[in-house]
């Protein structure tokens, strides 16, 4: 299928696989909804399993996090690039997207996923491709709500926006979780980015530090404003 550029639209969205993610909103139990209004114009998704009958989350006590004071990023210091890379499930994806020039190019296991590391280890960007484009961005973020909502008390994942861009149709999550592999406080926002058709071609996250927001959301903007997406049969 053809590629397509995908503009400007919200300013949050985040990252990682839901069998690593923990975080905290205010270090409260379970995951928490803070807010459904990811920017103004935007219409909130209601979030799945919220009737009264939903399951409770298991009482798992949360783990006490501590906060990384490193020096935020600044999204003025950012040098932009443009990365083209192969990323292969169901079809193979052709991506093209604009992302921090020095940051490490890493593909992931399954080769669904495309990273970039920051050199410091504490921020990075996560493009997926290669599934077949069925389905709205807001379902698609539907979907993730549901996992997040799925898992134990521990894992402390609080979402604190969500919603879809009226114009574009890209959808945007943004939550805090707690990083499993030192306990620190993070911050993840993660885009569904729509085609002319208005059917989720890929889905862009990013990580890092509370105190990064306006980096970390000026980086998802110029993923998301740059992004296309060519699709090949899987040989």
């Not at 139990?29 to 998704?45: K, M």
């Not at 080769?111 to 504490?122: A, G, H």
Request: hydrophobic share 40%; charged share 20%.
């Amino acid at each position: 299928m053809a590629g397509r550029g995908v503009g400007r639209a919200l300013l949050g969205s985040g990252l990682l696989a839901v069998t690593l993610l923990g975080g905290a909103g205010g270090y409260g139990l379970g995951l928490v909804t803070t807010g459904q209004q990811a920017s103004a114009g935007t219409a909130a998704v209601p979030l799945p399993g919220e009737a009264a009958n939903s399951p409770s989350m298991p009482s798992t006590p949360p783990r006490k996090l501590r906060r990384d004071n490193s020096e935020p990023l600044q999204a003025e210091d950012i040098h932009y690039k443009t990365r083209s890379f192969d990323v292969t499930s169901a079809v193979r994806s052709h991506v093209s997207v604009r992302v921090p020039g020095n940051w490490e190019m890493i593909l992931l296991d399954p080769v669904k996923d495309m990273k970039f590391n920051e050199p410091q280890r504490r921020r990075a960007v996560r493009v997926q491709g290669g599934f077949k484009i069925t389905r709205p961005p807001a379902a698609s973020m539907a979907v993730r709500i549901s996992q997040f909502k799925a898992l134990s008390a521990d894992k402390m994942v609080s979402v604190l926006s969500h919603g879809v861009d009226k114009a574009t149709k890209n959808a945007t999550l943004t939550y805090n979780y707690a990083d499993p592999d030192n306990n620190t406080l993070k911050l993840g926002m993660i885009r569904w980015l729509a085609d002319d058709e208005g059917l989720c071609m890929l889905e862009i996250a990013v990580t890092g530090l509370p105190q990064d927001k306006s980096a970390l959301a000026d980086i998802l903007d110029h993923a998301s404003e740059s992004a296309t997406r060519s699709d090949s049969p899987v040989s």
